[in-house]
T-cell receptor, first 115, second 114 residues
Framework: GAVVSQHPSRVICKSGTSVKIECRSL??????MFWYRQFPKQSLMLMAT?????????EQGVEKDKFLINHASLTLSTLTVTSAHPEDSSFYIC???????????FGPGTRLLVL | AQSVTQLGSHVSVSEGALVLLRCNYS??????LFWYVQYPNQGLQLLLKYTSAATLVKGINGFEAEFKKSETSFHLTKPSAHMSDAAEYFCAVSPYSSASKIIFGSGTRLSIRP
């Protein structure tokens, strides 16, 4: 089946630094990718929808200047958490839409810990 | 607007017993409905999805779910629980297609007693 990878799987950083998370569709082209955030013992909350070659659409309450999303190719979307703070510590999960199969595939997630 | 409500944040059953995880949805259009499973520190795996074909949907690992429009429900069942079924289960809805943005329920943690 289709595979979506995320890198890194785990990252620890100091407060005030920026962290980039990559989401790749390995064997299909994804015109649309989604970024979710999951706090411990909670559900996934959609942060933004990323379309290849255009600006991302952010959900209400998500700071677009803090969570920068770039989707420059059909197989790669990146989420950059700028000036990270401890409250940004979370599990970030991406998903990629396979347009031909009309199916969405999820990545394994990236755990971010900001000290 | 679309939403899902999962009844029971934690369900515990004995190994070999019936598993029933409840999900009710709200949607202004015919919905696409999903059940996902998440093992600790891992991403999501699709168990099954309803896309307006058959109302009884069979998924992986012996799970199935029945779409009941009159009850706005999409409960997940498995006849006989295995220890390996212990995980977090999420019901989800998408208003447009199985490839558009997905709205998740709050999740139900399934524990299996030996």
């Amino acid at each position: 089946g289709a595979v979506v990878s995320q890198h890194p799987s785990r990252v620890i950083c100091k407060s005030g630094t920026s962290v980039k998370i990559e989401c790749r569709s390995l064997d299909f082209q994804a015109t649309t990718m989604f970024w979710y955030r999951q706090f411990p013992k909670q559900s996934l909350m959609l942060m933004a929808t990323s379309n290849e070659g255009s600006k991302a659409t952010y959900e209400q309450g998500v700071e677009k200047d803090k969570f920068l999303i770039n989707h420059a190719s059909l197989t790669l979307s990146t989420l950059t958490v700028t000036s990270a703070h401890p409250e940004d510590s979370s599990f970030y999960i991406c998903s990629a839409r396979d347009s031909y199969q009309e199916t969405q595939y999820f990545g394994p997630g990236t755990r971010l810990l900001v000290l | 607007a679309q939403s899902v409500t999962q009844l029971g944040s934690h369900v515990s059953v004995s190994e070999g017993a019936l598993v029933l995880l409840r999900c009710n949805y709200s949607s202004s259009v015919p919905p696409y409905l999903f059940w996902y499973v998440q093992y600790p520190n891992q991403g999501l795996q699709l168990l099954l999805k309803y896309t307006s074909a058959a109302t009884l949907v069979k998924g992986i690992n012996g799970f199935e779910a029945e779409f009941k429009k009159s009850e706005t429900s999409f409960h997940l069942t498995k006849p006989s629980a295995h220890m390996s079924d212990a995980a977090e289960y999420f019901c989800a809805v998408s208003p447009y297609s199985s490839a558009s943005k997905i709205i998740f329920g709050s999740g139900t943690r399934l524990s299996i007693r030996p």
